[in-house]
């Protein structure tokens, strides 16, 4: 395959919708331009409301532009063969609460066309792989809200796209089921899969990704890298032990006896995520909090009236 194609392109997209029987019109999507090349991973940032699902929705097909042209892989979006090698987490995943993880991956394997022969270990292989082998036999409807988006992940990376898109992964998700979700994106990365995501959880999306778009009433405000976009580089920060104030004052007399500034003397602070993470056991099979399956009771020890009480157990 050229190399040089990008994994998606989109040029002067414009998406309105209908918003009245009047035929009053809502712009979602105002002439935006983007590409995201081959092996990046692209955050697509704004507020709610600011065009971002809609976006994804036009690149798989599933919305089409009322103005303006998106391809994947050199492929219109609107033809069906653009999706062969896209995967898809949405925003609000709706599964079958009664099938078991490993029964969800393999309907959504069967419905992506893997073959009959390789269905079995692909499915076993991609379960695996999120961490999820252990609660595979159980319910959906019995995972955690982190458990879900991580099947959520196996069913759109079973067929084994070049092209991840995730709307929101870990929206509702706790600290420790975002930062497992942040580490298979990363994995991904290192597989050197391409990868969309879309976030308002901007601490997440600087640990994972490449580069950023920020979007706001349908409008691109500003894309670049996260180097070009927040890096300070013409400033610079030495981390020292802590100074006495005669110290501190030398040091600023001789860097301006110099002609250096000293802009600023601050105390560093570790992140409120990582000081979290350090401080609650991870236990999973990734290294995290495998959340409801951590607490399952062998059933032989489960009395026979709590056995099964789908009343208390968070929704899919
Ligand atoms: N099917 C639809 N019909 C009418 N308006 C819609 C539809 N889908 C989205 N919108 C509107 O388009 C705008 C962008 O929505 P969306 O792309 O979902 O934003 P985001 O994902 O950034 O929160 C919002 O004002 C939303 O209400
Ligand atoms: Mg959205």
């Known amino acids: 395959m050229n190399t040089s194609i990008p994994a998606i392109s989109i040029k002067g997209l414009t998406k309105d919708f209908a918003v009245t029987l009047?035929?009053?019109?809502?712009?979602?999507?105002?002439?935006?331009?983007?590409?995201?090349?081959?092996?990046?991973?692209?955050?697509l940032l704004g507020p709610n409301g600011s065009g971002k699902s809609t976006t994804i929705k036009i690149i798989l097909g599933l919305l089409g532009a009322t103005v303006g042209e998106v391809k994947v892989?050199?492929?219109?979006?609107?033809?069906?063969?653009?999706?062969?090698?896209?995967?898809?987490?949405?925003?609000?995943?709706?599964?079958?609460?009664?099938?078991?993880?490993?029964?969800?991956?393999?309907?959504?394997?069967?419905v992506c066309g893997v073959p009959k022969a390789q269905l079995k270990a692909r499915v076993n292989d991609v379960v695996d792989w999120v961490g999820l082998s252990q609660a595979a036999n159980r319910r959906v409807g019995t995972y955690s809200k982190g458990m879900l988006q991580?099947?959520?992940?196996?069913?759109?990376?079973?067929?084994?796209?070049?092209?991840?898109?995730?709307?929101?992964?870990t929206a509702g998700v706790d600290p420790?089921?975002?930062?497992?979700?942040?580490?298979?994106?990363?994995?991904?990365?290192?597989?050197?899969?391409t990868v969309l995501i879309t976030s308002h959880l901007l601490a997440q999306i600087e640990d994972v990704c490449d580069r950023v778009a920020i979007l706001d009433h349908g409008k691109l405000m500003v894309e670049g890298s996260l180097l070009e976009l927040v890096g300070q580089r013409?400033?610079?920060?030495?981390?020292?032990?802590?100074?006495p104030a005669a110290e501190?004052?030398?040091?600023?007399?001789?860097?301006?006896?110099?002609?250096?500034?000293?802009?600023?003397?601050?105390?560093p602070r570790a992140r409120l995520d990582q000081l979290f993470l350090s401080k609650i056991s991870r236990t999973g099979h990734l290294g995290g909090n495998p959340g409801v399956g951590s607490n399952v009771v062998p059933s032989s020890s489960v009395p026979k009236s709590s056995a099964s009480a789908p009343s208390s157990a968070p929704k899919a």
């Open 22 to 43: 009047r035929g009053v019109k809502l712009r979602a999507v105002d002439d935006l331009s983007l590409q995201v090349e081959k092996g990046q991973v692209f955050g």
């Open 176 to 193: 420790v089921g975002s930062a497992e979700m942040c580490e298979l994106i990363l994995k991904l990365k290192r597989q050197g899969k």
């Open 248 to 267: 501190i004052e030398a040091l600023r007399e001789w860097l301006t006896s110099r002609g250096h500034v000293l802009n600023a003397i601050e105390q």
């Open 150 to 169: 991580r099947i959520g992940l196996a069913q759109a990376l079973v067929h084994d796209p070049k092209l991840i898109v995730l709307d929101e992964p």
């Open 73 to 110: 892989f050199g492929v219109p979006s609107h033809q069906v063969e653009s999706r062969r090698n896209v995967g898809y987490l949405p925003e609000a995943p709706y599964f079958y609460r009664y099938l078991s993880g490993y029964e969800l991956v393999r309907f959504y394997a069967r």
């Open 234 to 243: 013409d400033r610079q920060a030495l981390i020292v032990d802590p100074l």
